[in-house]
């Protein structure tokens, strides 16, 4: 090992040689070579790497290489990486200025960021130099990579859509502010026992997290509870204010994302709970430990836990609190820290655009009116008029249920003036339904933010529609069920309002960085330049004919495989049989996603072979994957992922089946295993009730990845289809009108049970205890759902399901066919990608620009 290596421990910011810029922290903002390194180019040498990793892990981790340990190493290395985004994370994060577009406020509650190192090495193009100097250390850079925890601050599609669109907006040079909570705990860590789902704590931040930035001297005052009152001004108006009951404080931790290249680093900041009085000494001196901290733990569980299980009125309480208390730290933010003194709110649309992520953080509306006239002294018509253009709403379901309601009684105890002013939007709005359509109460009953019925409430997709400049859906069938079925009303009063943006995911992660070996063969066919323009994808097409070209995309495919199969035995002692075609489902357990229809799927097969029906050599070697988590109150959902395991327990073990069919079940799905399936997958298992699914980004990745997709015309899907073709596709049963025309008739599942032998025979081998021989009722409620219930018809379309599989194993059958349609979905799918999108919302709903 050289010198330098070696004895690194002296070396200063001044003995570093030229090659090696150096950034000490964001409170810094000195002249700094990187700020004006062209842009792509990497700024330093391997030694100069060498010797900013081993200064960092020498003075920041306190120890000598000799005696560090890989998360020492993982820290140093990070912490490098992060000072060479620094500069221009300084350069770009200034307050926006007079001649700057308007700033994209990001309102999500979940950003589900996955791994940052091997971003931010893409990012910077520094990932071969780090690998060579890492190497001059005996350190090896996979390691490290491995070393780091993904940070538990999403649940699904929605918070990773949050991620990819952030990611976008950096690298097409756009001014973004994301705003979110840091969630200590994030979503739960799944674990299986005895094949149940069992959550754990996701301790994401145990080993430390060298990515986020606390800034408590910036922590904002967030009150709650109390009550309004009444009192004149010197002007002799009458006027309400708010007397809160109780506060917390709202600390920021920065988070960079940096774009692809081109030096743009925008913000993601992240509020985490800490109570103003955290600790009371006398009363600690007295012996009562635990009441002295009590505030402290009552603030802190604001931030503790995404979506706290919410079935009990405290849990509805937490939720509440926790969407109020981002939200309202974040306008708090940028109205009083990010725009000068002074500055005339009266334009606060020309310098951001809020956009309001799903219904979670729609409070902002009433919060943004009782800043502009609770504090900034605006009346009720010009506050409303500045609130009014400064929202966005994307709608992200279709299910009546995930459209938020807050009981009126639990919001006016937790934010009575927000109470007093959605009352009056409210009373306004409905005056403006009754003047535009005179004589039709039952319209203006329809449209009223207030619910009346189960109990009396607060729509907050109203509330959002209302005072949006635009509402959106993600997907074409969306955005059109959207406008004739859940806010018809709305859409016949405001028909300019309503738009659609089709989802769409990040390349640099979801191709570039999940899937290196496609993304070499891509690069050397077409060029680099897809990585920012995947609609360059399309000149893959003529390729899909070229013999040498499917050879070289089976054998990156083939790689893909064998990374998955070493990852998933060290990490869940699962072993993938070779040869098999990867049948791959992943999203989270719900019924409308059907993993009950890809089960029975499985099981019919199964029975099928057991009984003698077919031999087991007619079987296409098949391996199904799924990837799930069972919201903790979802006692169905749970159910479902226990029967799926405890089906994988006997065919897995069944001999009879001579290793064709194989059922596997990794527990904690999460992006990170994401990056090492989606590229292994042959098919893509998008099977949720048409008309159900708004949009889905699982669907686009697969296809972007080369994988073949079974799907009904739901969500994206339909657009999906119609770009890569159908021949390219499986599509299989009903499209939403029968769907609608079903339903209307009445759905009797009963029926289809008793019509058709193979489903029979699937439910009745799970009903007579068959994979539950110590309970043979064990799996009843879910059976019992499905015959008695199926809300999402998953017996309706399983025999065209079934169809559609057997059409899946004879397209598998010819391998050449195979490739060639794989091929044509990564070359048709560039549409998809999430910089697509955010020029949507540019252009569509945020009329912005990048920065030049």
Same mark, same amino acid.
């Given at each position: 090992?050289?010198?330098?290596?070696?004895?690194?421990?002296?070396?200063?910011?001044?003995?570093?040689?030229?090659?090696?810029?150096?950034?000490?922290?964001?409170?810094?903002?000195?002249?700094?070579?990187?700020?004006?390194?062209?842009?792509?180019?990497?700024?330093?040498?391997?030694?100069?790497?060498?010797?900013? /990793?081993?200064?960092?892990?020498?003075?920041?981790?306190?120890?000598?290489?000799?005696?560090?340990?890989?998360?020492?190493?993982?820290?140093?290395?990070?912490?490098?990486?992060?000072?060479?985004?620094?500069?221009?994370?300084?350069?770009?994060?200034?307050?926006?200025? *007079?001649?700057?577009?308007?700033?994209?406020?990001?309102?999500?509650?979940?950003?589900?960021?996955?791994?940052?190192?091997?971003?931010?090495?893409?990012?910077?193009?520094?990932?071969?130099?780090?690998?060579?100097?890492?190497?001059?250390?005996?350190?090896?850079?996979?390691?490290? %990579?491995?070393?780091?925890?993904?940070?538990?601050?999403?649940?699904?599609?929605?918070?990773?859509?949050?991620?990819?669109?952030?990611?976008?907006?950096?690298?097409?040079?756009?001014?973004?502010?994301?705003?979110?909570?840091?969630? #200590?705990?994030?979503?739960?860590?799944?674990?299986?026992?005895?094949?149940?789902?069992?959550?754990?704590?996701?301790?994401?931040?145990?080993?430390?997290?060298?990515?986020?930035?606390?800034?408590?001297?910036?922590?904002?005052?967030?009150?709650?509870?109390?009550?309004?009152?009444?009192?004149?001004?010197?002007?002799?108006?009458?006027?309400? $204010?708010?007397?809160?009951?109780?506060?917390?404080?709202?600390?920021?931790?920065?988070?960079?994302?940096?774009?692809?290249?081109?030096?743009?680093?925008?913000?993601?900041?992240?509020?985490?709970?800490?109570?103003?009085?955290? /600790?009371?000494?006398?009363?600690?001196?007295?012996?009562?430990?635990?009441?002295?901290? %009590?505030?402290?733990?009552?603030?802190?569980?604001?931030?503790?836990?995404?979506?706290?299980?919410?079935?009990?009125?405290?849990?509805?309480?937490?939720?509440?609190?926790?969407?109020? /208390?981002?939200?309202?730290?974040?306008?708090?933010?940028?109205?009083?820290? !990010?725009?000068? #003194?002074?500055?005339?709110?009266?334009?606060?649309?020309?310098?951001?655009?809020?956009?309001?992520?799903?219904?979670?953080?729609?409070?902002?509306?009433?919060?943004?009116?009782?800043?502009?006239?609770? #504090?900034?002294?605006?009346?009720?018509?010009?506050?409303?008029?500045?609130?009014?253009?400064?929202?966005?709403?994307?709608?992200?379901?279709?299910?009546?249920?995930?459209?938020?309601?807050?009981?009126?009684?639990?919001?006016?105890?937790?934010?009575?003036?927000?109470?007093?002013?959605?009352?009056?939007?409210?009373?306004?709005?409905?005056?403006?339904?009754?003047?535009?359509?005179?004589?039709?109460?039952?319209?203006?009953?329809?449209?009223? +933010?207030?619910? !009346?019925?189960?109990?009396?409430?607060?729509?907050?997709?109203?509330?959002?529609?209302?005072?949006?400049?635009?509402?959106?859906?993600?997907?074409?069938?969306?955005?059109?069920?959207?406008?004739?079925?859940?806010?018809?009303?709305?859409?016949?009063?405001?028909?300019?309002?309503?738009?659609?943006?089709?989802?769409?995911?990040?390349? $640099?992660?979801?191709?570039?960085?999940?899937?290196?070996?496609?993304?070499?063969?891509?690069?050397?066919? +077409?060029?680099?330049?897809?990585?920012?323009?995947?609609?360059?994808?399309?000149?893959? #097409?003529?390729?899909?004919?070229?013999?040498?070209?499917?050879?070289?995309?089976?054998?990156?495919?083939?790689?893909?495989?064998?990374?998955?199969?070493?990852?998933?035995?060290?990490?869940?002692?699962?072993?993938?049989?070779?040869?098999?075609?990867?049948?791959?489902?992943?999203?989270?357990?719900?019924?409308?996603?059907?993993?009950?229809?890809?089960?029975?799927?499985?099981?019919?097969?199964? !029975?099928?072979?057991?009984?003698?029906? +077919?031999?087991?050599?007619?079987?296409?070697?098949?391996?199904?994957?799924?990837?799930?988590?069972?919201?903790?109150?979802?006692?169905?959902?749970?159910?479902?992922?226990?029967?799926?395991?405890?089906?994988?327990?006997?065919?897995?073990?069944? *001999?009879?089946?001579?290793?064709?069919?194989?059922?596997?079940?990794?527990?904690?799905?999460?992006?990170?295993?994401?990056?090492?399936?989606?590229?292994?997958?042959?098919?893509?298992?998008?099977?949720?009730?048409?008309?159900? *699914?708004?949009?889905?980004?699982?669907?686009?990745?697969?296809?972007?990845?080369?994988?073949?997709?079974?799907?009904?015309?739901?969500?994206?899907?339909?657009? +999906?289809?119609?770009?890569?073709?159908?021949?390219?596709?499986?599509?299989?049963?009903?499209?939403?009108?029968?769907?609608?025309?079903?339903?209307?008739?009445?759905?009797?599942?009963?029926?289809?049970?008793?019509?058709?032998?193979?489903?029979?025979?699937?439910?009745?081998?799970?009903?007579?205890?068959? /994979?539950?021989?110590?309970?043979?009722?064990?799996?009843?409620?879910?059976?019992?759902?499905?015959?008695?219930?199926?809300?999402?018809?998953?017996?309706?379309?399983?025999?065209?399901?079934?169809?559609?599989?057997?059409?899946? !194993?004879?397209?598998?059958?010819?391998?050449?066919?195979?490739?060639?349609?794989?091929?044509?979905?990564?070359?048709?799918?560039?549409?998809?990608?999430?910089?697509?999108?955010?020029?949507?919302?540019?252009?569509?709903?945020?009329?912005?620009?990048?920065?030049?």
């Amino acid at each position: 090992m050289p010198d330098s290596v070696q004895n690194a421990s002296a070396l200063t910011a001044d003995e570093s040689p030229t090659t090696d810029h150096r950034v000490f922290g964001p409170s810094q903002t000195p002249t700094h070579p990187l700020a004006t390194a062209p842009v792509g180019t990497p700024p330093f040498s391997v030694d100069g790497f060498v010797r900013e /990793f081993l200064h960092e892990l020498n003075t920041n981790q306190g120890v000598a290489l000799s005696r560090s340990s890989i998360n020492d190493q993982y820290l140093a290395l990070a912490s490098t990486v992060r000072n060479y985004l620094m500069a221009r994370w300084l350069e770009t994060g200034g307050k926006p200025q *007079e001649n700057q577009p308007k700033v994209v406020g990001y309102l999500s509650a979940e950003y589900l960021l996955g791994r940052q190192l091997g971003n931010a090495l893409l990012a910077t193009d520094l990932a071969d130099i780090a690998e060579k100097g890492l190497a001059l250390c005996g350190i090896d850079l996979a390691t490290l %990579r491995n070393q780091e925890v993904e940070p538990g601050l999403g649940n699904g599609g929605l918070g990773r859509l949050a991620a990819c669109f952030i990611d976008s907006l950096a690298t097409m040079n756009v001014l973004c502010i994301g705003y979110g909570i840091r969630y #200590e705990y994030g979503i739960f860590r799944q674990t299986f026992v005895d094949g149940r789902q069992v959550e754990q704590p996701d301790t994401w931040l145990q080993l430390g997290s060298p990515w986020e930035f606390p800034h408590p001297e910036a922590s904002v005052k967030v009150n709650f509870g109390g009550h309004t009152e009444t009192f004149t001004d010197a002007d002799g108006v009458e006027k309400s $204010r708010w007397v809160p009951g109780w506060n917390v404080l709202a600390m920021p931790y920065n988070y960079m994302v940096p774009g692809y290249l081109n030096g743009r680093v925008n913000t993601l900041r992240l509020w985490s709970a800490q109570a103003t009085n955290a /600790f009371d000494l006398q009363i600690f001196n007295s012996g009562d430990y635990a009441q002295a901290v %009590r505030a402290q733990t009552f603030a802190e569980n604001i931030s503790k836990v995404l979506y706290p299980e919410d079935s009990t009125p405290q849990g509805k309480e937490l939720r509440l609190q926790q969407q109020y /208390f981002f939200v309202a730290a974040s306008l708090h933010d940028f109205i009083n820290k !990010e725009l000068e #003194e002074g500055f005339d709110l009266h334009r606060l649309s020309e310098r951001i655009a809020f956009q309001l992520n799903d219904t979670h953080p729609v409070i902002a509306v009433p919060e943004l009116m009782r800043i502009l006239v609770d #504090e900034k002294g605006y009346d009720w018509d010009e506050a409303w008029d500045i609130t009014s253009r400064c929202f966005g709403y994307t709608c992200h379901t279709l299910l009546p249920e995930a459209l938020e309601v807050w009981p009126t009684e639990l919001l006016g105890r937790l934010l009575p003036r927000h109470l007093e002013i959605i009352y009056r939007i409210n009373e306004e709005f409905l005056a403006q339904v009754r003047k535009q359509f005179p004589d039709d109460e039952l319209r203006a009953r329809r449209m009223s +933010i207030i619910a !009346e019925l189960p109990e009396r409430g607060v729509r907050m997709a109203y509330l959002a529609t209302v005072a949006a400049t635009k509402v959106n859906g993600v997907a074409e069938l969306h955005s059109q069920l959207l406008r004739d079925k859940v806010l018809p009303d709305f859409s016949e009063m405001y028909p300019d309002k309503f738009t659609n943006v089709t989802n769409g995911v990040t390349p $640099r992660r979801f191709v570039r960085l999940a899937n290196p070996k496609l993304s070499t063969l891509i690069t050397d066919t +077409i060029g680099s330049g897809w990585v920012t323009q995947l609609e360059r994808l399309k000149e893959l #097409e003529p390729y899909a004919d070229d013999a040498d070209f499917r050879a070289a995309f089976r054998e990156a495919k083939q790689w893909n495989k064998t990374r998955l199969t070493t990852l998933l035995k060290a990490r869940d002692g699962i072993e993938l049989p070779e040869g098999h075609l990867l049948d791959v489902m992943v999203k989270r357990l719900h019924e409308y996603k059907r993993q009950s229809l890809k089960l029975l799927h499985i099981v019919s097969l199964y !029975e099928q072979v057991i009984s003698g029906k +077919i031999a087991a050599s007619d079987v296409t070697p098949r391996t199904v994957v799924f990837g799930a988590k069972a919201a903790p109150g979802y006692k169905l959902a749970k159910e479902t992922i226990h029967l799926i395991n405890k089906v994988a327990e006997k065919v897995n073990a069944d *001999e009879r089946l001579e290793g064709r069919l194989k059922v596997a079940f990794p527990a904690n799905y999460n992006v990170t295993l994401a990056e090492k399936l989606i590229p292994a997958a042959d098919l893509s298992e998008q099977i949720s009730l048409a008309g159900m *699914e708004a949009s889905g980004t699982g669907n686009m990745k697969f296809a972007l990845n080369g994988a073949l997709t079974i799907g009904t015309d739901d969500g994206a899907n339909v657009e +999906i289809r119609k770009l890569v073709g159908d021949k390219h596709f499986f599509l299989f049963g009903m499209n939403e009108p029968q769907v609608a025309e079903l339903g209307a008739q009445g759905y009797i599942p009963g029926d289809y049970y008793e019509k058709n032998p193979n489903l029979k025979a699937a439910i009745d081998l799970i009903l007579s205890g068959y /994979f539950s021989p110590s309970d043979q009722h064990m799996f009843d409620q879910v059976i019992y759902s499905l015959l008695n219930t199926d809300r999402f018809m998953a017996l309706a379309d399983f025999d065209s399901y079934i169809a559609a599989q057997a059409k899946v !194993e004879q397209h598998y059958a010819d391998q050449d066919a195979w490739t060639r349609s794989a091929i044509l979905n990564v070359a048709r799918s560039g549409y998809f990608s999430s910089d697509r999108s955010m020029r949507d919302y540019i252009q569509r709903i945020w009329h912005t620009s990048p920065v030049l």
